[in-house]
């Protein structure tokens, strides 16, 4: 069946490090990977989204790589904030299909 | 200006009792969602609806009832309640449905504690 890991456990990384964040996928041939940021208590927004022909996207301080040999996605916050703290969920979808999502991993960026 | 919103945020109700969430999006979106997010705060889809029309039901009970009156709105109404549904339930809207690539944009989720 089709599969989207994300590391369950917090990510803790020190203020200006920069934080990487892996989502991997089992059984699944998405056309595009997008990642979005959860706070407590809010509802999941967009960040950045990726297509299956490309390899890197970036926006300010956010790269996401898309390795659909490994079937991986990567996604980096360079100098990170302690603002950057909260649930980064990565999310799958095949053309014409609706969008999956991960479970997420915590980030918390310490000052 | 809050582009997708809904109400109540937090519901706390005894079990077999029925309630409604409402869902209203000011985005011009032509599809609009309810998404579960259970305790390991998996996303996951419940319903989907186009121009007020149904293309997606996920296997939720049948207690669980969508209505959409117009296309901006999309009220969740759930009969009979469980101490399982509770969860914290996201109404969302994007501009296309199942079209390639479309982000989607969530609410602030509902809270719905089942006692």
């Known amino acids: 069946s089709q599969k989207i890991e994300q590391n369950s456990e917090a990510l803790n990384i020190q203020e200006g490090k920069t934080a990487t964040l892996t989502c991997n996928y089992t059984n699944y041939s998405p056309a595009y990977l997008q990642w979005y940021r959860q706070d407590p208590g809010r509802g999941p927004v967009f960040l950045l989204l990726?297509?299956?022909?490309?390899k890197e996207k970036r926006k300010e301080r956010l790269k996401v790589t898309f390795d659909t040999t490994l079937k991986q996605s990567l996604f980096h916050i360079t100098a990170s904030q302690p603002a950057d703290s909260a649930t980064y969920l990565c999310a799958l979808q095949k053309a014409g299909n609706m969008l999956t999502f991960g479970g997420g991993t915590r980030l918390m960026v310490k000052p | 200006d809050t582009a997708v919103s809904q109400t109540p945020k937090y519901l706390v109700t005894q079990m077999g009792n029925d309630k409604s969430i409402k869902c209203e999006q000011n985005?011009?979106?032509?599809?609009m969602y309810w998404y579960k997010q259970d305790s390991k705060k998996f996303l996951k889809i419940m319903f989907s609806?186009?121009?007020?029309?149904?293309?997606i039901n996920e296997t939720v009970p049948n207690r669980f009832s969508p209505k959409s009156p117009d296309k901006a709105h999309l009220n969740l109404h759930i009969n009979s309640l469980e101490l399982g549904d509770s969860a914290v339930y996201f109404c969302?809207?994007?501009?296309?449905?199942?079209?390639?690539?479309?982000?989607?944009?969530f609410g602030e989720g509902s809270w719905l504690t089942v006692v």
């Open positions: 609806y186009n121009n007020k029309e149904l293309i």
């Open positions: 990726i297509r299956e022909n490309e």
């Open positions: 985005l011009g979106h032509d599809t």
């Open positions: 969302a809207s994007s501009q296309e449905s199942l079209s390639s690539g479309n982000t989607i944009y």
